[in-house]
T-cell receptor, first 115, second 115 residues
Framework: GDSVTQMEGPVTLSEEAFLTINCTYTATGYPSLFWYVQYPGEGLQLLLKATKADDKGSNKGFEATYRKETTSFHLEKGSVQVSDSAVYFCALSDRRKGGSEKLVFGKGMKLTVNP | DAGVIQSPRHEVTEMGQEVTLRCKPISGHDYLFWYRQTMMRGLELLIYFNNNVPIDDSGMPEDRFSAKMPNASFSTLKIQPSEPRDSAVYFC?????????????FGQGTRLTVV
């Protein structure tokens, strides 16, 4: 079945450091790919998404590019802030005809950014 | 819209007691999902509904768990009898028609502690 594998961490960075969180997926169809973020005590929120190969999703300085050839959707930010401290989840959904509408999540990676 | 609303936010109960978690999805969303989050297993899909009908309950751990969606604006997840290993954060999420947009909107979760 469909699956997502991502870095699990936890990871601690200093403010203004570069961030990469790796995510790879396995899917038999043509999935849409997502990054969700969970701030302390909150539910998950969509951070960005990409629905087809070579699409780049971006939001709040974060970026991720849908790479079909490497089945990857790595999340990057050039300069992290303390407010980026959260848990980050990579996810996919398979919208092919007859596919499941559910989201499949990775295990999440906790990021702490220190001032 | 106020978003997905879950209640209660926190629940502490004794082993053997019945627990009912509640969810109000975003109006107009056809899909509703129940997830469980633990440190050990991450985010697990328990069950999801389409137009109030359960579509996939393969993630429900055992017969002690049941979920209902009597109408488009309300769903419950019930655990009877509860056990300490059920302690987790339970999230409800809703989504518009996945053929159009598969983003899921999450509630803030219910933190369940079974002692």
């Amino acid at each position: 079945g469909d699956s997502v594998t991502q870095m699990e961490g936890p990871v601690t960075l200093s403010e203004e450091a570069f961030l990469t969180i790796n995510c790879t997926y396995t899917a038999t169809g043509y999935p849409s790919l997502f990054w969700y973020v969970q701030y302390p005590g909150e539910g998950l929120q969509l951070l960005l998404k990409a629905t087809k190969a070579d699409d780049k999703g971006s939001n709040k300085g974060f970026e991720a590019t849908y790479r079909k050839e490497t089945t990857s959707f790595h999340l990057e930010k050039g300069s992290v802030q303390v407010s980026d401290s959260a848990v980050y989840f990579c996810a996919l959904s398979d919208r092919r005809k007859g596919g499941s509408e559910k989201l499949v999540f990775g295990k999440g990676m906790k990021l702490t950014v220190n001032p | 819209d106020a978003g997905v609303i879950q209640s209660p936010r926190h629940e502490v109960t004794e082993m053997g007691q019945e627990v009912t978690l509640r969810c109000k999805p975003i109006s107009g969303h056809d899909y509703l999902f129940w997830y469980r989050q633990t440190m050990m297993r991450g985010l697990e899909l328990l069950i999801y509904f389409n137009n109030n009908v359960p579509i996939d309950d393969s993630g429900m751990p055992e017969d002690r768990f049941s979920a209902k969606m009597p109408n488009a604006s309300f769903s419950t997840l019930k655990i009877q009898p509860s056990e300490p290993r059920d302690s987790a954060v339970y999230f409800c999420a809703s989504s518009p028609n996945p053929a159009v947009d598969t983003e899921a909107f999450f509630g803030q979760g219910t933190r369940l502690t079974v002692v």
